[in-house]
Structure formats: structure tokens, C-alpha cells
């Protein structure tokens, strides 16, 4: 019996927050779903919006990186480091310049973060589940989200052009929704 009173405690606590922030969580929910529905409405808008943060992001982390190391260039693994911040930032670089042959890198990623996405929805459907009875949507968009992914490895390379912008919006948009019910639930659940 006493291994099971922290597990009880976490359970209880976990739940507290989720009643107490459920507002937060609420906000979250619906600022996914905004977002999702103006990607799926312009999914090469947000193809070429996602590649090209993408790239400036390894750009710029490429740049730190790259100063990072010359002030370090007496430590351990100097090259490597230099090596590896020399590489972002002309990966950066090729996705700003070829944004559409940095889609097609993005998609593969983005079927990877799918996958993984799933993944966690089932571990916050599993959290969900003794403080709303509708953690079934967690575990839906957990589900959505891994034949997304499917889908998005089986037809590339041509809908890398549109298929990020799109994907990204549909799971954006099941998530707010399973966020979203799952805070109302939460708000409602007594302890």
C-alpha cells in the first residue's frame, strides 16, 4: 500500500493544477486552434513560413555557435563544435535560399515530430484520464497524428510543398480541440 500513495498524491496534485489552470490551458486550446485553421486555409504560405524560421533559427544558432567555439578554442572538442555550428548555419542558409528544398528536409522531420507527437498524446491522454472522461481525444489526436505522418512519408516529395503547412494545421487544430475540452473538463472536475 505505500507504493501506491505517491502515486495517489501525484494524481490528486496533478489534477489541482489542472482544475486551478485550467483557464491557461483553455487559452492554449483555442489559440491552436486559430492558428491550425489559418494553416490548413494557406498551407503553402505556411510551408514557406515554417522553412524559413527554420532556417533562420539554424542560422542564427549556427552564428552563436560558431562564436561559441572560437572563444573556446582551447577546450575540448573545439572542432567538433566548430564543425557542427558551420554546418547549421549553412543548412540555415540553404533553407532561406532554397525554402523549397528545405520544405522536403522539413517534411521528413515533420513526419518524425509527428510521430513523436502521437506519442506523448498518449502519455497525456494517460495523465488526462482520471480527471476527464474525455481523454479519449488526447488519445485521438494521438492517433491523427501518427497517420499524418504516414501519410506525409508516402507522398513525398510532391506534397512537401503544401503538406507541412497543412499537416501542422490539422494537428494544431485537434490538439487545441483535445486541450481545450480537456480544460473544460478539468474545470468541472471536484476533488
Known amino acids: 500500500m505505500p507504493t501506491s500513495f505517491p502515486a495517489a498524491a501525484t494524481e490528486t496534485r496533478l489534477q489541482r493544477h489542472l482544475r486551478d489552470h485550467w483557464k491557461s490551458y483553455a487559452i492554449q486550446g483555442v489559440i491552436a486552434i486559430i492558428v491550425g485553421i489559418l494553416a490548413i486555409v494557406a498551407p503553402f504560405a505556411a510551408t514557406l513560413a515554417t522553412t524559413l524560421f527554420v532556417g533562420w533559427v539554424l542560422v542564427i544558432g549556427g552564428i552563436l555557435g560558431i562564436i561559441s567555439a572560437v572563444r573556446a578554442y582551447a577546450a575540448p572538442g573545439f572542432w567538433a563544435n566548430l564543425a557542427l555550428a558551420v554546418i ?35 502519455a497525456i491522454a494517460r495523465a488526462f484520464r482520471s480527471s476527464t472522461g474525455r481523454f479519449w481525444l488526447v488519445v485521438l489526436s494521438g492517433v491523427i497524428d501518427i497517420v499524418l505522418a504516414l501519410i506525409l512519408v508516402f507522398s513525398l516529395p510532391l506534397s512537401a510543398i503544401w503538406a507541412i503547412g497543412l499537416l501542422v494545421g490539422i494537428s494544431l487544430l485537434t490538439s487545441g480541440f483535445s486541450l481545450l475540452f480537456a480544460a473544460i473538463d478539468a474545470r468541472n472536475n471536484p476533488l
Open 88 to 122: 547549421s548555419t549553412l543548412l540555415g542558409l540553404s533553407f532561406i535560399i532554397f525554402p523549397l528544398h528545405g520544405a522536403i528536409t522539413l517534411t521528413w522531420l515533420l513526419a518524425i515530430f509527428l510521430v513523436l507527437s502521437g506519442f506523448m498524446n498518449f
